[in-house]
């Protein structure tokens, strides 16, 4: 009788050491569903890619002595192939570390939705294992069906991440149904705000830098609420008016992002703005719009929105944006370098930021010093330029306050790390972000200029081209070095490199981020500026 114990409880052992194996995937495929944004046609679609690789993990090698194993049972006695199984078991699902990586660049956030699609997900893979162990049980002669028990419990740890995908299935209607609660709440708290006035901004890049531009711009009068970092969709702008939105904010600044057509309507449908912006369009996303037409398309709802009798505050030097006035009841303002009511002239970098002058369509003129970078933050301020003057700031008052403007995280933000310049613009790259971080660097002379990308993605059918080019374009910068991140994904930019006639010994490709700073740390020379293009998540590892 102890000796059948024993066999049980080696069994209960191998099954728990596969469960736990099944917990460590289904913590990596839940991960991977959050940076997916719990769209459910993009996991299925990651999952789709990465099925050899990922979803058919190599501790399901078992299957191959699991069925050799079999096929002797004939010749074994029920003990030796329970034992059997039981020792290839423990020896193939205990190795997990391939699951658990040390440096995780956005790990996992356990919120609330999480939290509801773990307890369905639990319930799920409990159904399995529970008929598993029911079988096993009930098939016994002296001991448990020990090979029916693994082949269930094995399924289970293959089907994780499609059990995460019913998972997301089934409590769509109950995730719908609360945000539509959360909506409600702020539509009804926005409309009980009679002296309230919203400005929404969006464009392809630059709208959270244009949002804490003008955040600093119209603080020196108003009272002004507005999203933090890059809180651009439904829930994130739900959050800000529910939670920190109050009676005596005067102006609402909310960034509205998009990755889908109708994205933008739906954020206009919770918050009306009485002022709209829009910075640009260029190629980002193109993998779920599609062309560069239906970006415009969306953008263009932040103006289809407005309250009639609103403003739209559209970059003049850009021809799709300026194609979105479709209204006769609404002012449009043009703001920017080429063609616009402000103007500006004899721009300079340095090491400390940027200035320029600016004059008003008064013919008033201020010099504006700023720590951001980049022609295209130049335009970003001469937009809230044109908002602040809508409600009633001087040229003067605000040149001012852009000397205060702190700049955004990973965004051509300009650090110093001992003798080393840092420009970090590790937030999602696109073309012509990508070619203005390059223009920046290119533009400093205290030491090395040495530029780390792992290049551009979510660019559809363009990606391999887009990044090919910018190779290209990089190679003519002049720049010194060109580390590259994933030697597979930044094929073409060292193609395009390479045809540009770039020397050779100065690109390096390394595995993974860590590496290329590792590199750094042992190579790097007092008065280099290091430039950080792009820093993908996780999920494009």
Not at 8 to 21: K, M, Q, Y
Not at 382 to 397: H, N
Request: with cysteine; aromatic share 10%; hydrophobic share 45%.
């Amino acid at each position: 009788m102890t000796y059948f114990l024993i066999i049980e409880i080696l069994i209960l052992l191998h099954l728990l050491v596969i469960t736990r194996h099944s917990y460590y995937r289904a913590l990596l495929f839940l991960q991977i569903f959050q940076q997916k944004g719990y769209k459910l046609n993009e996991f299925r679609g990651w999952i789709k890619s990465h099925f050899s690789s990922v979803v058919v993990a190599p501790p399901h090698l078992f299957m191959i002595p699991f069925f050799l194993i079999e096929l002797a049972k004939p010749h074994l006695t029920s003990t030796a192939t329970a034992l059997l199984i039981i020792i290839f078991g423990l020896f193939s699902f205990s190795w997990t570390s391939y699951l658990r990586k040390e440096k995780q660049k956005k790990p996992l956030v356990f919120t609330p939705r999480v939290n509801r699609l773990g307890v369905t997900l639990i319930i799920l893979y409990g159904i399995l294992a529970w008929n598993g162990i029911s079988i096993g049980f009930a098939n016994r002669d002296f001991i448990p069906d020990v090979v029916i028990m693994t082949l269930i419990f094995i399924l289970a740890d293959i089907l994780v991440p499609f059990l995460i995908f019913i998972a997301g299935l089934l409590m769509k209607p109950i995730e719908n149904r609360i945000q539509e609660g959360f909506k409600q709440k702020a539509r009804e708290r926005v409309l009980g705000l009679k002296h309230l006035r919203i400005i929404a901004i969006t464009g392809s890049y630059g709208k959270t830098s244009t949002k804490f531009i003008l955040k600093t711009l119209l603080s020196e009068r108003y009272n002004v609420c507005f999203t933090p970092g890059s809180f651009n969709t439904p829930m994130g702008i739900c959050k800000v008016i529910n939670d920190d939105l109050n009676a005596s904010h005067q102006i609402l600044i909310l960034e509205m992002g998009a990755r889908y057509i109708g994205n933008i309507k739906e954020l206009c449908e919770i918050a009306r703005p009485h002022v709209s912006v829009v910075t640009n369009v260029g190629k980002a996303h193109l993998e779920t719009f599609g062309s560069v037409e239906n970006i415009a398309k969306t953008k263009g709802e932040i103006v289809g929105g407005l309250h009639s009798g609103g403003t739209a505050i559209l970059n003049s030097d850009d021809p799709h944006v300026m194609g979105m006035v479709k209204r006769d009841d609404i002012q449009v303002i043009h703001a920017g370098l080429d063609s616009g009511e402000f103007k500006v002239s004899n721009v300079s970098y340095s090491k400390d930021g940027c200035r320029f002058d600016i004059t008003d369509p008064d013919g008033n003129s201020a010099e504006v010093t700023t720590v951001l970078l980049g022609e295209h933050n130049i335009r970003n301020l001469v937009q809230c330029f044109s908002v602040g003057r809508f409600f009633g700031l001087r040229t003067e008052t605000m040149a001012l306050a852009a000397r205060r403007i702190e700049p955004v995280e990973h965004r051509l933000r300009l650090l110093q790390n001992g003798d080393i310049t840092i420009i970090d613009d590790a937030f999602n790259s696109n073309p012509i972000g990508a070619r203005s971080a390059v223009d920046v660097l290119s533009q400093f002379n205290s030491g090395r200029r040495i530029l780390v990308t792992p290049g551009m993605v979510e660019l559809g059918a363009l990606e391999e081209q887009e990044n090919q080019s910018w190779g290209a374009y990089i190679g003519k910068s002049g720049i010194d070095f060109v580390l590259l991140i994933g030697e597979k994904r930044t094929k073409p930019i060292a193609n395009g490199l390479r045809e540009s006639g770039y020397p050779e010994d100065q690109i390096l490709v390394f595995k993974t981020l860590f590496d290329a700073r590792e590199w750094l740390k042992q190579h790097q020379r007092a008065g280099d500026v290091i430039l950080y293009e792009n820093d993908l998540p996780d999920v494009y590892d």
